[in-house]
């Protein structure tokens, strides 16, 4: 009997534009010791933070998405793309969703454009979202971009999370490709715990608050975060998700030339990475410059490390994030050339 021909392997997603764009207005540490009871130096010591950019008023989450996607898709080489998707957690507004506007004001009007929403695990869970939709052969191009603005919904009083958040958009561009080739992303962990919901919240604005038919508070308007917990649960979760996804690949700790983790705060990705024995100096963080960016985070992290030629094509990269929900999520690639590197700048190009 003829046997029958293996059906071929589904395609993978592989990277092949990246950018990084955050707005230009800049506060540093000092500035925020103005109005609130800090200071340069506990900021610093207790996160890693020197300064953060934040929006100009009027500018909302979609504007830093275009500008980021902008750039990811000129550096691709090739400036369409059949779906995009936008992570975030401050969305233009509650209905509708933030990327079919970008998807229309980037000239990508018919693309299917959808947001993804885990908090700051964004990023990696719209990887695993873009994968799948190429694995299923439901897109054959997919414009992904983490953007946050997180000055819209912090309370500018509160010192414990006023100090941590800027405002920012990263972007890349994947295509369909095969899982050998360099860029191709893969051997996810995804993970959630939903008893922990109320460490991270923005209370009001869903229908929670709305159908208990009241208006909310100044306080339930705003980001909360009980830090502390926060701390605790970063650290190992993040950690754990690492060690199942080195696990899934059979890498070694020692295979991994570059860890990119969400950027929440330099003791948690210190801690991390010591954790899973990893050299502090082959974590990539930038969040000195920029602060916790949300879902933009890494892959303005990976702009810039990219666009400082300390990650080149062949490099291998562990990247891991954790955020609200609680989420957290691994992913393994191996770093491609692009058909134009990212800007060195990180502001208006
Ligand atoms: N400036 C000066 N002092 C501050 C301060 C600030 N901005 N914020 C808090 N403090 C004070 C506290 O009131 C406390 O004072 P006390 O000892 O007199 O009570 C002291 O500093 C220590 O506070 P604590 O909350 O224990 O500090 P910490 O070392 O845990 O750091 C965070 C606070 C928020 C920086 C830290 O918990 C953190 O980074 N958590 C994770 C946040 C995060 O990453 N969130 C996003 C996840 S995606």
Known sequence: M??????????????????????????????????????????????????????????????????????????????????????TTTPDRPCPATAPVVATRLGLAGAAAFDVGAVCTGFVYGLATAAGLIAAGVARRVLLIGADTYSTVVDPLDRTSAILFGDGAGAVVLRAGDADEPGAVGHFDLGSDGAHEDLITVAAGGSRQRSAGFEPTRAERHFAMRGKEVY????????????????????????????????????????????????????????DA?????????????????????????????????GGGLTWGSCLTTWPGLAEAPQPKRTTA
């Open 232 to 287: 605790r649960h970063a650290v190992t979760r993040m950690a754990a998700s690492a060690r199942t996804t080195l696990g899934r690949a059979g890498w070694k700790t020692d295979d991994v030339d570059h860890f990119v983790p969400h950027q929440a705060n330099l003791r948690i990705l210190h801690s991390v990475a010591d954790d899973l024995g990893l050299p502090r100096e082959r974590c990539v963080a930038h969040l």
């Open 2 to 87: 003829p046997s029958k021909n293996p059906s071929p392997p589904a395609p993978a997603a592989v990277l092949c534009g990246l950018a990084g764009w955050v707005p230009p207005g800049v506060v540093t540490n000092d500035d925020l010791a103005v109005r609130l009871d800090t200071d340069d130096l506990w900021i610093r010591t207790r996160t890693g933070i020197r300064r953060r950019h934040v929006a100009d008023a009027g500018q909302a989450t979609s504007d830093l998405a275009v500008e980021a996607g902008r750039r990811a898709l000129r550096s691709s080489g090739d400036e369409t793309a059949d779906s995009v998707i936008v992570t």
């Open 290 to 322: 920029v602060g916790n960016t949300g879902a933009a985070s890494i892959p303005l992290a990976l702009a810039d490390a990219v666009a400082e030629r300390r990650i080149r094509p062949g490099d291998r990269l562990l990247l891991t994030a954790f």
